[in-house]
């Protein structure tokens, strides 16, 4: 296993977390349900701190797989760059989380407004980390880049005409 291999494994982990519980966050609060918004903070710490381990892994990543690039390393620089917004935004809908379940330890009722105000950060973090991921796939992939592929049709043509 490489660092490109470890990174790859990694970036679902905050990807997917983050989405999870913000999902479980959202349905905690509809249902007002201490347990469901306790494990869905839970989550969103630990996702957070994915997070930072994703990070963490790009840089091995990069130098694994950088002299294969070709057109990709614009792709790679865009991902790196964003990679960062990522990690501070789960980084803060993590710590957030972890402030709210130590205000509410000892039976104390979570805040609701620090829980709601946490669910808009792990949103935003959600999106943020869509982004990301979203940038990091089009370094490998080309068919996923707004406007670089062309039409079966026409590369078919272009194949017949050589």
Do not use: C, D
Not at 105 to 131: D, E, H, K
């Amino acid at each position: 296993m490489n660092g490109a291999h470890l990174h790859l494994i990694l970036t679902h982990v905050p990807v997917l977390g983050v989405g999870f519980g913000t999902i479980l966050l959202a349905l905690g609060l509809f249902r007002k349900n201490r347990v469901m918004q306790q494990t869905a903070l839970g989550v969103l710490v630990l996702a957070g701190l994915a997070a930072g381990a994703a990070y963490w892994t790009g840089e091995g990543a990069e130098e694994a797989i950088e002299s294969q690039l070709g057109a990709g390393k614009t792709y790679l620089e865009l991902h790196e760059e964003a990679g960062l917004f990522g990690l501070a935004a789960a980084g803060l809908a993590g710590l957030l989380a972890l402030i709210v379940l130590a205000r509410g330890r000892n039976a104390r009722p979570l805040s609701r407004a620090l829980v709601a105000l946490n669910l808009v950060f792990a949103l935003l973090a959600s999106g943020t980390l869509a982004w990301v991921a979203n940038l990091g796939g089009q370094i490998g992939h080309p068919e996923i880049r707004s406007g670089q592929i062309t039409p079966l049709g026409e590369r078919e043509e272009t194949e017949e005409s050589r």
